[in-house]
């Protein structure tokens, strides 16, 4: 099972919006509608961050939001604040034989 | 607040076994819809999920690892494990537990411990 894709960096002025994409099949992204999503911070614990594709949990600001369209899901950040610069991960439920597959992961640049 | 700890040797040697052990504190981990797991991360690299394990002791590995890994659950320490075998330098990463909500939604890593390195050397 391969790794999801997803692009090795974006980067955006505070105040605007990213998106992040993550690309995998239909065995994954986009036969079941378990993506989820994570920021880490350098040195620090990933942090979920988006769950079942749309979900915020609890304390997670809305300006993070999720999509997804066939087998690509996509993090949204609206109104980019510096304290959003981190590395940003997708993850997907894969079926009951290869469970979960991560994305690559992105790079996310506060300019 | 629920809380999870990693322990175990932060060095191993090529071809012995990891083992790490996660303590689970300020709630049980006989929970139903709650699964734990490790994930971990090489230095500089991205994130892998290896096993999920139910407190009923059902175990769910990745395919990739399947043949070098073994987790376990001890209830009554309220802790789990992870035993992975024939370790090479491909395995030196920070080391996650994490909880799983499994249900009608899957929330793979709403608690994270805080990460153990284990590097592998001789």
């Known amino acids: 099972q391969s790794a999801l894709t997803q692009p090795r960096s974006v980067s955006g002025s505070p105040g605007q919006s990213v998106t992040i994409s993550c690309t995998g099949t239909?065995?994954?992204?986009?036969?079941?509608?378990?993506v989820s999503w994570y920021q880490q911070h350098p040195g620090k614990v990933p942090k979920l961050m988006i769950y079942d594709v749309t979900k915020r949990p609890s304390g997670v600001p809305d300006r993070f939001s999720g999509s997804k369209s066939g087998n690509t899901a996509s993090l949204t950040i609206s109104g980019l604040q510096t304290e959003d610069e981190a590395d940003y991960y997708c993850?997907?439920?894969?079926?009951?034989?290869?469970?979960?597959?991560f994305g690559t992961g992105t790079e996310v640049t506060v300019l | 607040q629920l809380q999870l700890q990693e322990s175990g040797p932060g060095l191993v040697k090529p071809s012995e076994t990891l083992s790490l052990t996660c303590t689970v504190s300020g709630g049980s981990i006989s929970s139903m819809s709650y699964y734990w797991g490790w994930i971990r991360q090489p230095p500089g690299k991205g994130l892998e999920w290896i096993a999920s394990?139910?407190?009923?002791?059902?175990?769910y590995y990745n395919p990739s690892l399947k043949s070098r890994v073994t987790m376990s659950v001890d209830t009554s320490k309220n802790h789990f494990s992870l035993k992975l075998s024939s370790v090479t330098a491909a395995d030196t990463a920070v080391y996650y537990c994490?909880?799983?909500?499994?249900?009608?939604?899957?929330?793979?890593?709403?608690?994270w411990g805080q990460g153990t390195l284990v590097t592998v050397s001789s």
């Open positions: 239909s065995s994954d992204v986009g036969g079941y509608n378990y």
């Open positions: 994490v909880r799983l909500y499994v249900a009608s939604s899957i929330r793979l890593g709403d608690y």
């Open positions: 394990i139910y407190y009923s002791g059902s175990t």
């Open positions: 993850c997907s439920y894969a079926g009951s034989y290869t469970f979960y597959v």
